[in-house]
């Protein structure tokens, strides 16, 4: 129906039907909007918008659940100058907001930068002319391994960076796929949330009685005061 809808109101757009029956244009825009948000998760409509920001020769749709699931949870391959790149993508929209999250899009852009999260990030407009969401495209991590399918916990230092990315960035929805050690045992995020309204105070709290307690971060308590101090103090220089 929301499919159907976009039609219609392209050739009415076209016909440019609401500049003579303006009455119209206001009630029509409100349920248009609510409408789109249909097509925020529909796979067509998202690789559209891959497609349109990449060249529709240049990707494929790899019809693969991402691991982890989250919004829009995708993968697609991205195929350029002879290489070929496998992205993961989901929707840049948290709790139904009308709209996108730029803290989202810098936090990654920050862990990209001090070497934590994938090395590529790519931020996709909506084709569908929807401007309650985007997508955010992430290159899948060589050799990533989530902290669930682990066979030792971490060691100290990704268990303490990790507790440091969280409390000051307020990240939450850490659970044991979305984040990990890479080929060479460093920490890496690949996924997380940042809910709206969140504080410094609530996020410490989640992350004790939510992430804490996971098996993989076993290091963390036995990790003592003065060394997580010095782990600290290395990681804030990148």
Known sequence: IARKLRAL???L?????????????KDTTKQYTEWMRCLNYD????MESVKHFFGSRNVKY???????????GLIF????DGTTESYYLKANEVNWGPNPDA??????????HIGIGPSKCCFIPNSAQSKSVVYIATLKVPGFTMAKELDNPLEEVAAVELHLLATILNLTDLNTENYGLDS?????????????GSNTSSCAIHFKEH????????????????KRVMIGKEAMKR
């Not at 796979?43 to 998202?46: D, E, G, K, S």
């Not at 693969?64 to 989250?70: T, V």
């Not at 803290?103 to 990209?112: A, M």
Request: aromatic share 12%; charged share 25%; proline share 7%.
């Open 13 to 25: 757009d076209s016909f440019k039907f609401f500049d003579v029956y303006d009455t119209f244009d």
């Open 62 to 72: 790899i019809p693969e659940k991402k691991p982890g699931g989250s919004n829009a």
């Open 43 to 46: 796979p067509a409509v998202i």
């Open 184 to 196: 060479h045992g460093s920490l890496t995020i690949v996924d997380f949330s940042l809910t709206k």
């Open 77 to 80: 391959d991205y195929s350029h």
């Open 103 to 112: 803290q989202e899009l810098i936090v990654y852009l920050l862990l990209q």
């Open 211 to 226: 992430v804490r307690r996971q098996p993989a971060l076993v290091n963390l308590d036995n990790c003592p005061g003065w």
């Open 9 to 11: 109101k392209e050739t």
